[in-house]
C-alpha cells in the first residue's frame, strides 16, 4: 500500500522549523483561532490561500470549491461565513477567483461533464447575466472576463446572505472583498474594493 511516507516527512520538517523560529507557535494557536480573513477561494491547487497571501496557520479562515461560488442554498458554504461572522468575527471576507479557471471555461461549453454540470449551472447564471457583454469576447478572453464576472457576482451573494446583513445591520465592521490571482505570474489584483458596510 502507498502510504505516502514522504508527506508525513514533509510535515515533521515543517513542524520542526515552525517550533524552531517560535517554541510556543502551535501550543498558543491550539487555544485559540482569531483570523481577521475569511478566503472564499477556488478548490484548484494552484490557488493556495494562506501560500498566496503569506499567512500563517491561524491567520485566514477558509472556505473553496470549484469556481468559488457563492450558492444562496449551499449550507456549506453559508455555515463557513456564519461561523466566520458570527464567531470568529472576522473583518474581511475575501472572494478570490483566478484566470484560467477550469470550472469557468467549462461552463462555457456545452459539453457532458457529468454531475458537475450541476454545480457549474450556478457560473452558467452569471452568464446569462452578462451576456451581452460576454457575446462580444470569444476563446481566452471570454473565459478570462467571465472569471471576473464571476468573482463580483459571488462578492453580491455573499452581500446577501443573512449573516453578513445582520453584521452590517448590527453596525459591525465587515467589508467584503473581490479579488481575482493570476496563476501566470502569482500576482493578485483587487476587482472590487469593500464599498459595502453599513
Ligand atoms: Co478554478
Request: aromatic content about 6%; proline content about 3%; hydrophobic content about 35%.
Amino acid at each position: 500500500m502507498e502510504t505516502l511516507e514522504h508527506l508525513f516527512h514533509n510535515n515533521k520538517k515543517w513542524a520542526d522549523s515552525i517550533t524552531q523560529q517560535d517554541p510556543s507557535f502551535f501550543q498558543r494557536l491550539s487555544n485559540l483561532q482569531k483570523p481577521e480573513i475569511l478566503w472564499i477561494g477556488c478548490s484548484d491547487s494552484r490557488v493556495p490561500a494562506n501560500e498566496i497571501i503569506d499567512l500563517a496557520p491561524g491567520e485566514v479562515f477558509v472556505h473553496r470549491n470549484i469556481a468559488n461560488v457563492v450558492v444562496h442554498s449551499d449550507l456549506n458554504c453559508l455555515s463557513v461565513i456564519q461561523y466566520a461572522v458570527e464567531v470568529l468575527k472576522i473583518k474581511h471576507i475575501i472572494v478570490c477567483g483566478h484566470y484560467g479557471c477550469g470550472g469557468i471555461e467549462a461552463s462555457l461549453n456545452d459539453q457532458d461533464h457529468g454531475l458537475i454540470d450541476n454545480w457549474l449551472g450556478h457560473i452558467k447564471d452569471v452568464s446569462r447575466l452578462h451576456q451581452a457583454e460576454l457575446s462580444e469576447l470569444t476563446g481566452k478572453e471570454k473565459v478570462h472576463r467571465l472569471c471576473e464576472l464571476n468573482v463580483v457576482e459571488q462578492v453580491n451573494h455573499v452581500s446577501d446572505t443573512t449573516s453578513v446583513k445582520n453584521a452590517w445591520k448590527n453596525g459591525e465592521e465587515l467589508y467584503i472583498h473581490g479579488w481575482i490571482y493570476n496563476i501566470e505570474n502569482g500576482i493578485l489584483h483587487d476587482l472590487m474594493s469593500s464599498p459595502k458596510s453599513s
